[in-house]
């Protein structure tokens, strides 16, 4: 079975620095999307970041940036120039391949805190 | 469009009452997802439709909870003689699963239950 792990339950970063959140996955497939999703405090989840499996180049999204590792299954998100506003849960998730109706699978999470 | 809608967004209750939730997902989408999250943890999967087909209930889920999509739009979340231990924030999210784009979910803002 898929399975998705933060290992980090909490990181803190100052203003203006640059953070490193982890992301771990198993799957059998070859195909498959991964995401990150953003939850601040008490405010709706949004979508921060998309990869396909399929794509060897990165995604980016302005201060958003992933480092996707196919072999070692690993997909990190870095955030550039923090911000406040950044403050938040953020979830790494796993969306099987469009040949399977298996469901999208999330982390526990990693709460991010920035420093004024 | 205004994205994926929820009502209510907050709900409050006594123990052995019964609850609904209403989410209205993004009008194009035919997947709907339920889920439950707690105080600082990740998504918990509750089920998911596709148009208005049931393709799967977590096992953890007990009998008194059910969720209809009767008309493959949107989609009602019961829970019967609630418990202390069903307060949780109820998510809905919706996607459009199509044959080469992949799967991106879409939060709404959610229905936070209190249970007395």
């Known amino acids: 079975a898929q399975t998705v792990t933060q290992s980090q339950p909490e990181m803190s970063v100052q203003e203006a620095e640059t953070v490193t959140l982890s992301c771990t996955y198993d799957?059998?497939?070859?195909?498959?999307?991964l995401f990150w999703y953003k939850q601040p405090p008490s405010r709706q989840m949004i979508l921060v970041i998309r990869?396909?499996?399929?794509?060897?180049q990165n995604a980016t999204e302005n201060r958003f940036s992933v480092n996707f590792q196919k072999a070692a299954k690993s997909f990190s998100l870095k955030i550039s120039d923090s911000q406040l506003g950044d403050a938040a849960m953020y979830f790494c998730?796993?969306?099987?391949?469009?040949?399977?109706?298996?469901?999208?699978?999330f982390g526990k999470g990693t709460r991010l805190h920035i420093l004024p | 469009d205004t994205g994926v809608s929820q009502n209510p967004r907050h709900k409050i209750t006594k123990r052995g009452q019964n609850v609904t939730f209403r989410c209205d997902p993004i009008s194009e989408h035919n997947r709907l997802y339920w889920y439950r999250q707690t105080l600082g943890q990740g998504p918990e999967f509750l089920t998911y439709f596709q148009n208005e087909a049931q393709l799967e209930k977590s096992r953890l889920l007990s009998d008194r909870f059910s969720a209809e999509r009767p008309k493959g739009s949107f989609s009602t979340l019961e829970i019967q003689r609630t418990e202390q231990g069903d307060s949780a924030m109820y998510l809905c999210?919706?996607?459009?699963?199509?044959?080469?784009?992949?799967?991106?979910?879409?939060f709404g803002p959610g229905t936070r239950l209190l249970v007395l």
């Open positions: 998730a796993y969306s099987p391949p469009m040949n399977r109706d298996d469901k999208i699978i």
């Open positions: 799957t059998s497939e070859s195909d498959y999307y």
């Open positions: 990869q396909e499996a399929y794509k060897q």
């Open positions: 999210a919706s996607s459009f699963r199509t044959g080469g784009g992949g799967e991106t979910q879409y």
